[in-house]
């Protein structure tokens, strides 16, 4: 009995020892596993948002298949498409790229080498053109700025159109409760109409949001309106701005703030993309003169955005209007539609009882509530464009105010 328990206690030893060892192995595979995973999540940097503003830059030495990587990855991410250079060139790019964005840079790789770039919904091919094709491939993307207005020269006799903006923002709901409605001045014609607050008996003093308006023709001031409205505390003009714009230049006006956004390029490294928010008003005045008619076009872009921080990610809350007007010198115009939704939270209940702390025997609950508002403001932009005379003519008007001086 003594030798088969010791015989069977052996086997127990011998078997205890082979799943010890085989415990061992598995604890190492694991331990060499999970330090793996995290030696390549070290080396490989995290995947951030980008944008097709991540700017990206390569010096001229840098070799083609390096470069295509780079611009590969982004272009994937981006609009999920691959580079393809059939001939896997080896070569260096031959120009420095600093701080482009990704198509960008390469168009000017393509341009660079003498090639043109194929695309299509799945890929983009880089493909060699002859010498000739060369040329006429250059010239293709210039053909929409041909249909672009060009700008003038600047010249003497070049002139400028001064800009007037006038930013009004009004409650939506107050201008419903007055009977307000921008669309009359759209109207031709004779046209009148009234406004007025809902009373009890006939109208006083002391009543608010009570006038009348009178509309005779299509070009009414709508500056009275609005100085009317912000009189009786209905809307605020919250800017007037006047710019003075070259003839087909560009003017912008921003009332707002710029905030940045942290990015990570293709190389891991973080930059910063700053973003304008607020109100942006960008117009692009051209003269045009058509026998004894003198008229300006106007291209209007109007924004009215908002950015909200969040632990992921921005949100940014953006209105826009984009319009080409045609207007004779001195004319006005106004824009509006552009809406903001605003909550607002108060507190409401009985007076100085509302505000004991909801933890106190549940007191806080019982004198008073926690009320969201929601207020929808809307933005009217009205413009005004004058032509300034050109210089010979100011010119020619201070001789003559010398003259008559003298």
């Known amino acids: 009995m003594d030798i088969n328990n010791n015989q069977r206690i052996k086997k127990e030893y011998a078997m205890n020892n082979i799943c010890l060892r085989v415990l061992c192995v598995v604890c190492a595979a694991m331990i060499l596993c999970f330090w793996t995973q995290y030696a390549c999540a070290q080396e490989k940097p995290p995947l951030e948002f980008v944008s097709e503003k991540t700017p990206v830059s390569f010096v001229k030495t840098a070799p083609f298949p390096v470069v295509l990587k780079a611009l590969n990855e982004l272009s994937t991410r981006l609009i999920h498409k691959v580079i393809i250079d059939p001939a896997e060139r080896t070569s260096a790019v031959g120009v420095d790229i600093d701080s ?155 009332i707002g703030q710029d905030f940045s956004l942290k990015q990570r390029d293709f190389a891991g490294n973080v930059t910063d993309v700053f973003v304008s928010a607020g109100i942006i008003l960008t117009v692009t005045p051209t003269i045009y003169q058509e026998d004894t008619l003198r008229f300006i076009h106007l291209d209007v872009k109007v924004e009215r955005s908002s950015a909200i921080p969040g632990t992921v990610s921005t949100i940014i809350n953006k209105t826009e209007a984009n319009t080409e007007l045609l207007l004779n010198d001195g004319e006005k115009v106004g824009i509006g539609g552009l809406y903001v939704t605003e909550d607002n939270a108060q507190r409401v209940g009985i007076p100085i009882l509302k505000n004991i702390p909801r933890w106190f025997f549940g007191l806080g609950y019982l004198f008073g509530y926690d009320k969201v508002t929601k207020s929808q403001k809307e933005l009217t932009i009205l413009l005004q464009a004058n032509i300034v005379p050109t210089l010979e003519e100011r010119l020619a008007g201070k001789e003559r105010k010398l003259t008559d001086g003298k």
């Open 100 to 254: 482009l964005t990704w198509r960008a840079a390469l168009e000017l790789i393509a341009a660079k080498n003498n090639l043109t770039l194929i695309e299509t919904d799945t890929y983009i091919l880089l493909q060699s053109v002859p010498t000739a094709a060369s040329a006429q491939v250059q010239v293709q993307p210039s053909a929409p700025a041909q249909q672009a207005v060009p700008q003038k020269p600047i010249s003497r006799s070049l002139r400028e159109i001064n800009i007037t903006a006038t930013f009004f923002e009004a409650d939506r709901n107050t201008l419903r409760e007055m009977g307000i409605n921008w669309g009359i001045f759209a109207e031709k014609g004779k046209t009148s109409g009234s406004a007025e607050q809902n009373v009890v008996g006939g109208r006083s003093e002391k009543d608010v949001g009570i006038f009348e308006l009178h509309h005779s023709t299509s070009t009414t001031d709508i500056a009275a309106l609005m100085k009317a409205l912000e009189t009786n505390d209905a809307g605020t003009v919250i800017a007037n701005p006047m710019i003075t714009v070259a003839d087909s230049r560009t003017g912008r006006v921003h």
